[in-house]
Each structure stands twice: as C-alpha cells, then as structure tokens.
Nanobody, 118 residues
Framework: QVQLVESGGGSVQAGETLRLSCEARGSKVKINHMGWYHQVPGEEREFVASITKGGATNYGHPGKGRFTISIDTAKNTVYLQMNDLQPEDTGVYFC????????????WGQGTQVTVSS
C-alpha cells in the first residue's frame, strides 16, 4: 500500500510562488503517473496536472500557464511549482498516485491548503 505525504502549502500574497511536494512511500512503489487536484469547499475536485514516470505531462484549467508539474523518480516525489498565484488558486490541493497496476484504484494524499490573498 502506498502512502502519500504532501507538503509545501501555505498562505501567500497574490503574485507570489509556492512549491508543493508529494512523496509516495511504501514497500512497492511503482509509479504509472502522479498528479494534483484542486478543491474548494462545496465543489468537486478539479484536475490540475499529471505526470507519468517518463515525464509526459498533462494540464487542466487551474493554473494553466502558471503551474508546472515535475517528478523525481529516484525520490518517488512529484512537485507542483505554482507561480504568480492568484486568489482563485485558493483551496486544498490533493496529490494522487496511480500504480502501474492499472486496475488498482489511485491513492490520495491528505491535502495541503493554499491560501492566496489579494
């Protein structure tokens, strides 16, 4: 079983940056892809970005053009570099992990709060 440990959230002013990290821990971590979702209270989680073990990326609407996802496979860690943060970026960011065993459901992190003030 894979445990995801997230870090890097916080409170910032508009225009500032944050980098979120998510480490996949477990005895058998075999990454197919990992990524991030964004959620605000009362709404569904919205896809932000994903990256495969080989580095292929995909981005959703939130933060497009300002956020960059990357992966360090030696550390089983995915990062989300968030530049020029805006108040609409406020919310909880959840990391997910998808194993190479595609039939296995994804694992989710506990979420990290990002608050952006104008």
């Amino acid at each position: 079983q894979v445990q995801l440990v997230e870090s890097g959230g916080g409170s910032v002013q508009a225009g500032e940056t944050l980098r979120l990290s998510c480490e996949a821990r477990g005895s058998k971590v075999k990454i197919n892809h990992m990524g991030w979702y964004h959620q605000v209270p009362g709404e569904e989680r919205e896809f932000v970005a994903s990256i495969t073990k080989g580095g292929a990326t995909n981005y959703g609407h939130p933060g497009k053009g300002r956020f960059t996802i990357s992966i360090d496979t030696a550390k089983n860690t995915v990062y989300l570099q968030m530049n020029d943060l805006q108040p609409e970026d406020t919310g909880v960011y959840f990391c997910y992990f998808q194993s190479v065993i595609i039939t296995s459901p994804p694992s989710w992190g506990q979420g990290t709060q990002v608050t952006v003030s104008s």
